[in-house]
């Protein structure tokens, strides 16, 4: 029976005594429990981490770094929402989802900080699935949104490494050229291998590819400035050309595959470029910790919400 006609049956009244049948939708509520259950394990793995994550959080020595002014909250806000708010955009033009899917994103990206890469991915399949009118199922979406992330990621991570090669050497700023030029392949090897066989690897169409490309691209630039900006407000004495300059090689060594201890690295390089040894590591304390203690209050408050009003849930 199609939907309007369950729909008209379970409205009609009885007949002749006999109690009318109440037919329900089945391919929605069919697995409510094993949601249920698979938000109840994700509440409690985030409480754990949580717990965990504190213990190297030195609450004393954040709160006497952090800046007064008004102005560092509102870009660190701007930073940190970046992501999600980017995703949501996608995902409104691609599903028209509801306000209530910036909640879903926000917590896809405390799953994937907090407990394990990609796991936010599954957490948003399945509330979409529960939450969104679709047509077809939402993970081919929710795959080719990761993936064109990181394929955007690394095309930016070429274009830099191109440009700043010259300066990149061993000799200069304690980078191996050696590991440049191996993680360059590698990048180009990944790329290279989605673009050739991009049919089978994408769902979307190709002008919603474009679209989820360029929303990217916006997210990757403007995360590095606001970055910038952070830091400059941190350290004002240091023009904000530099900070954008170090915030460019920043996202380049992130990004690099085969470069080990990444911060330690960058945070090799600014002191090397900006002097200031001591001033580059607290300043590179303050925004780990800022990142850790946010992941860890909205983890929290996601956690101890579920378990409170699990039918509630995002």
């Known amino acids: 029976m199609s939907e309007p006609s369950a729909a008209l049956a379970s409205e009609m009244p009885a007949l002749n005594g006999t109690p009318a049948i109440e037919l329900k939708p089945q391919d929605r509520n069919h697995h409510r429990g094993r ?10 793995a985030v409480i754990a981490a949580v717990v965990l994550e504190m213990g190297g ?20 806000a701007a930073y940190y929402l970046i992501s999600p708010a980017s995703e949501w955009f996608i995902f409104r033009r691609l599903w028209q989802i509801p306000p209530a899917g910036f909640l879903a994103l926000l917590r896809k990206k405390v799953y994937n900080d907090l407990l394990l890469g990609y796991l936010g991915e599954a957490y948003f399949y399945t509330w979409a699935r529960r939450r969104v009118s679709l ?7 929710v795959k080719d949104v ?18 700043a090669f010259p300066m990149l050497g061993a ?10 030029t191996l993680s360059l392949g590698v990048i180009l090897a990944i790329s290279l291998f989605a673009m050739v066989f991009r049919r089978r690897v994408f769902s979307l169409a190709r002008g919603e590819l474009v679209m989820i490309t360029q929303v990217h691209l916006a997210r990757i630039i403007l995360s590095a400035v606001l970055l910038a900006v952070l830091w400059h407000l941190v350290l004002p004495q240091v023009p904000l050309s530099w900070w954008l300059y170090l915030s460019t090689l920043r996202l380049l060594v992130s990004r ?3 470069m080990p201890n990444k911060d330690l690295l960058f945070a090799g390089i600014a002191v090397l ?10 300043l590179m304390t303050l925004m780990a910790g800022l990142i850790l203690a946010a992941h860890l209050l909205l983890g929290a408050g996601i956690a101890i919400n579920d378990l409170i009003n699990p039918e509630k849930r995002g």
């Open 256 to 258: 690099l595959p085969l």
């Open 273 to 282: 470029v900006l002097g200031h040894e001591r001033d580059i590591g607290a």
């Open 135 to 141: 047509e077809a199922a939402p993970f081919g979406a």
């Open 35 to 44: 949601n249920a259950i698979f938000s109840i394990l994700l509440s409690l």
């Open 146 to 163: 990761a993936i064109l992330s990181a394929i955007t990621g690394n095309a930016v991570t070429m274009v830099l490494l191109f440009m």
């Open 57 to 76: 959080v030195n609450i004393p020595r954040l709160a006497a770094m952090l800046p007064a002014s008004p102005a560092f909250w509102i870009v660190f």
């Open 171 to 180: 000799t200069q700023l304690g980078l191996d050229s050696r590991a440049l």
